[in-house]
């Protein structure tokens, strides 16, 4: 009798958690009801461990699950297996973003750690290359480099990954397998799994970030931001420098931007569908949500944990690097440097700034600041309370 009692206990408890979980996976997304600052999908608010649709993401790479294995060679710091009687490894860190947020001149004097190998920045391969991109706008020689080892003119090879890093570092490794090597391509940051947001379901099933920490838990995940605002000055900049353009060019674009984004949302789309769609969220052209980091970070939270992601102010960057770089070495556990060593990286001529460029207008609109100190607002704020950090609402309240 007691077995009986048992075993019908187990039963209902098994239906029960089998009810929650089908719940949890068929939930409808939160629909689209006003503003474009309200509309976040709830979609995502459960990961589960380890995924557990985990063959469901493997058909988006199944070259990748197929060739790297569960466990890396204990006598490499960075994640190295043996293969077809070689040596292969993937990054030790990635930084991961974000755009026009001061990552060429971080990379820069981050690599001139002992410990760290300096490769080439942003190979853009997860996010573009593995789907066809074969630009070549940095690094021009050493992406030809590349395809003359894979005897292809086609980037998208996991091959091509793997040799990328090799070329630059495999000498190096040979003599010291502690050393470790990233990879700085700042389209991670909003990378999906598919890489063409063609998904059908309102929102991407998976991004970059489960895919990377499906085969690479332990990784190192790190970021850069700027103030929002200010951001989206400097990638209309970039994005507009061979035009003339004005002050209120610059207003317009804003104006034209955001409500692009509201169509979008009118056509009942979440603000996560919209942020990772090819229509809004194409960082080839200058579109404000690129700012709203909540949206893209989110998704590296949610897979690695608060606790492994490590991100930085581009304002304490520039006013403390003294205090931010070896906080970032502790993150990454390298060892210390000397006060004289740190020095010497600090003093490095700062990159990719524009200074050295003359502006097309020194500042924006005071109407242009508040159309996006508006918009991005209620985007900081639940950043500041994904990074439990009141920092990230860059002086707001």
Known sequence: MLKCIALQHFIVTFALAGILILYLM??????????????????????????????????YAPEIFQRVPSTFHPDYRSPCWSERASLSCLPYFYLIGSYKCGTSDLWDKLVQHPGILPVAKEPHWWAWRRFGYTGAPINGVIVRKIRNITKSKDDSSFDWYLNWFDYQTNASLARNKQLVFGDASITQLWGTADGRASYTDPEPRFVLADLIHSIQPGAKIFAILRNPVDRALSEFFYTHKKSKMSREDFHSFVEDSLGESQRCLDARKSARACAFSLEIGNWQKFVPIHGAYYLYLREWVEAYGLDKIHVIRTEDWINSPEEVLPQLYRYLELATVSPKWLSKILARKVKNTRKNRKPQFTAMMNSTRQLLEDFYHPWNRKLADLLSDSKFLWGAT
Not at 37 to 59: C, F, G, I, N
């Open 26 to 59: 068929f939930e409808p997304y939160s629909e689209v009801t006003g503003s474009y600052l309200d509309s976040t999908s709830r979609y995502r608010e459960v990961h589960l461990p380890q995924y557990a649709d985990s063959d469901a993401l493997k058909k």
